[in-house]
């Protein structure tokens, strides 16, 4: 068998039974396909090289307590931002967990650019994790080092950006099929935040949530919530698989609480884990990459904990003005505040503050609903112009990707603006 004819026969073995079973890959399709289109585009995208200074990891368990930290920004070709995020927390269940880490470092650069320092970027995360916390621990132990092993060598700084939401696709499934192998029943929540320079990528499978609190005032949302109970396409999904969607049932008929998928009645259609929970349950996540103007922004990453009590505006709203680590102990303090202490309750706060500024600045008010019309602008089709765009407009942010389908086989094709 030829390689290609090889490679879709995997595709289409993991496509419907990749949850479940132990034979084929679901990372080789998606790794040879990056690996190709960084062969076909190197010659075409001319990059630059900046970095984050360099700072210590900090991979902890959610507790009652609240960290904080700052990364410098580098003197480069490129002027990035300063990053400055603060992590509260209340324990409940002992499922919620976290990633802080300014230090990553990207992998090999091209020899194209063998003067350049050596670049880093930053990760957060929160994972929420359910029927026990082995899941959340393997995933923020390993999901980064998967991501990066989907990716080649020798990118340039825009080739990395540009690869960057297929290797996130692939390390989410890696991580899902390797804990599985372990015979653990344990699943999570991941919503996984990757920001280099201007330019965030989000990742995420479940209902821990990351919005993006632009200067402007608007407030966007960077993930979708997998809930059974809100989400109609995944509903949809579910049930056109063979899956069953449906209340608890108690003596008498009588339905109670939100919507479940069966087997295994799990209130998600996305996560990490969940071995017992049939196949309908899958780790392919909603990626969605942005570049902000240099006006920066605020991004808030929080467990349902914190989005059962507050809407996205709400928590954007209650902690402007705070520097951010007062803003996540402010959002969960008014989550608290609001519903009481029902689960766990994980929030990060992460400023992206313009260079030469040390601290973010206010958001102005909100003057007229056209505002958040204008917040997301879509990118340009030519793909000659993707990293290119300039931004000086206050609050104005470039969507550059977006991709929400749970068949790897379509994923495999993106979605770039």
Not at 130 to 152: E, F, K, Q, W
Not at 204 to 232: F, M
Not at 329 to 355: F, H, M, N, S
Request: glycine share 10%.
């Amino acid at each position: 068998m030829s390689s290609s004819s090889a490679s879709s026969s995997a595709e289409a073995h993991h496509q419907q039974h990749y949850r479940r079973q132990t034979g084929g890959s679901g990372l080789v399709p998606l790794a040879a396909l990056i690996k190709e289109e960084a062969r076909t585009e190197r010659h075409s995208i001319a990059g630059g090289e900046s970095r984050i200074s360099a700072r210590d990891e900090v991979a902890a368990g959610v507790g009652n307590s609240g960290v904080g930290g700052e990364a410098a920004a580098a003197e480069t070709r490129l002027e990035r931002p300063l990053l400055r995020y603060g992590c509260a927390a209340q324990c409940k269940k002992g499922e919620d967990f976290f990633l802080l880490r300014t230090d990553c470092p990207r992998p090999a650069i091209s020899v194209s650019f063998p003067d350049s320092p050596h670049p880093t970027f930053a990760v957060f995360a929160v994972l929420d994790g359910h029927n026990g916390n082995a899941a959340a621990i393997y995933t923020r132990d390993n999901l980064l080092n998967h991501v990066l092993s989907a990716m080649p060598r020798g990118l340039s700084r825009d080739e990395w950006l540009h690869m960057l939401p297929r290797a996130l696709v692939a390390g989410f499934v890696k991580t899902d099929k390797e804990f599985q192998s372990k015979g653990q029943t344990s699943g999570t929540t991941a919503t996984f935040v990757i920001i280099d320079g201007w330019t965030i990528t989000v990742a995420s499978v479940g209902d821990s949530r990351c919005i993006l609190d632009a200067q402007g005032g608007a407030v966007s949302l960077l993930t979708v919530d997998h809930r059974l109970e809100e989400n109609v396409e995944e509903r949809e999904r579910v049930t056109a698989s063979g899956g069953e969607v449906g209340r608890l049932s108690v003596v008498g008929g009588a339905e109670i609480g939100p919507l479940r998928c069966w087997p295994g009645g799990l209130c998600l259609s996305r996560s990490i884990g969940d071995i017992d929970v049939g196949e309908f349950i899958v780790p392919v996540p909603y990626v969605k990459q942005v570049k902000l103007s240099n006006a920066g922004g605020r991004l808030i990453i929080a467990s349902d904990g914190i989005w059962d009590a507050l809407s996205s505006e709400a928590a954007a709203k209650s902690c402007r003005g705070l520097p951010a680590e007062l803003a996540a102990k402010q959002v969960v303090k008014e989550a608290l505040r609001t519903r009481g202490l029902k689960d766990d309750t994980t929030c990060i706060v992460v400023d992206i503050i313009p260079p030469g500024q040390t601290i973010r600045p206010l958001s102005p008010p909100k003057k007229m609903s056209k505002l958040k019309s204008l917040i997301f602008r879509k990118k340009a089709k030519d793909p000659s112009q993707k990293f290119t765009k300039q931004h000086s407009a206050i609050g104005i942010v470039e969507e550059i990707f977006e991709e929400g389908s749970a068949m790897l086989s379509e994923r495999s094709k993106g979605a770039r603006r």
